[in-house]
């Protein structure tokens, strides 16, 4: 099972636009139009499979909100933290 | 512009598996997988760009909500009401 890393830890994984909330990660995503807010999701949702590691998404129109934990672990984990990453790289916002 | 509608005539509108909150009409679903959840908010997606009407969305894993309200009208619309029984007609849970 994963591990569930400490606020320090996370606070130093070099994902600085993710903000603690809870035992979550998340961040907010603007886009021009629904359409491109949807396939960013959409794009998230299809690693998301191949990983087997799922995301919490949130869509109001050309706004999302992405939320990441590790029920299993009851936290943040180096699981959300590589997620984290990877979705900062494919920002197209 | 769409009028708003009243409680009482939104809870005439037959769609009785839709619930107020406020100025909005909402509800969940719950699927197998999140393969299956993500399907069915990507097929509202599509419909959703085809009439430009646009829900709000939330997935964590297989359990959907869908929130429905009209911007402009500063509420629940025969817009909202008619894309709440257009869902509950395509629901494949």
Do not use: C
């Not at 491109?36 to 050309?62: C, D, M, V, W």
């Amino acid at each position: 099972m994963e591990t569930r890393l400490t606020g320090p830890e996370i606070n130093t994984a070099n994902i600085p636009n993710w903000k603690m909330n809870g035992d979550k990660i998340e961040q907010e995503f603007f886009f021009h139009t629904f359409a491109e807010a949807f396939s960013f999701i959409t794009r998230i949702a299809l690693e998301a499979e191949k990983i087997g590691h799922h995301p919490e998404f949130f869509q109001a129109y050309n706004r999302v909100k992405v939320v990441l934990t590790t029920h299993d672990a009851g936290g943040v984990t180096l699981k959300d933290v590589n997620l984290a990453a990877w979705i900062d790289k494919i920002n197209w916002t």
